[in-house]
């Protein structure tokens, strides 16, 4: 079974910067894909991006240009830098994991976007 951990959320003004991390830990099958969502107050979960265990990568419209996802094979860590945050993308952010069939997901990290 696979634990995720992630890390790096908090206040941010628009405009702003913000890095989250997402550590796995456990048997991890070598090919698997990586994504990050997020659940805003009264709304649905939602894709925010992917990446592969070879590095592909996937965005929503809405983060393209403004959020980068990479990860660290060795490190079984995956990152989201989040640039020129905006209210919108206030949320709370989740990490998952899919290997085959199975799915595990993290706790989530709230990030707020606020003046």
């Known amino acids: 079974q696979v634990q995720l951990v992630e890390s790096g959320g908090g206040l941010v003004q628009p405009g702003g910067s913000l890095r989250l991390s997402c550590a796995a830990s456990g048997i991890i099958l070598r090919f698997n894909v990586m994504g990050w969502y997020r659940q805003a107050p009264g709304k649905q979960r939602e894709l925010v991006a992917t990446i592969t265990s070879a590095g592909s990568t996937n965005y929503a419209d809405s983060v393209k240009g403004r959020f980068a996802i990479s990860r660290d094979n060795a490190k079984n860590t995956m990152y989201l830098r989040m640039n020129s945050l905006k209210s919108e993308d206030t949320a709370v952010y989740y990490c998952?994991?899919?290997?085959?069939?199975?799915?595990?997901w993290g706790q989530g990290t709230q990030v707020t976007v606020s003046s």
């Open positions: 998952n994991i899919h290997e085959g069939s199975k799915v595990s």
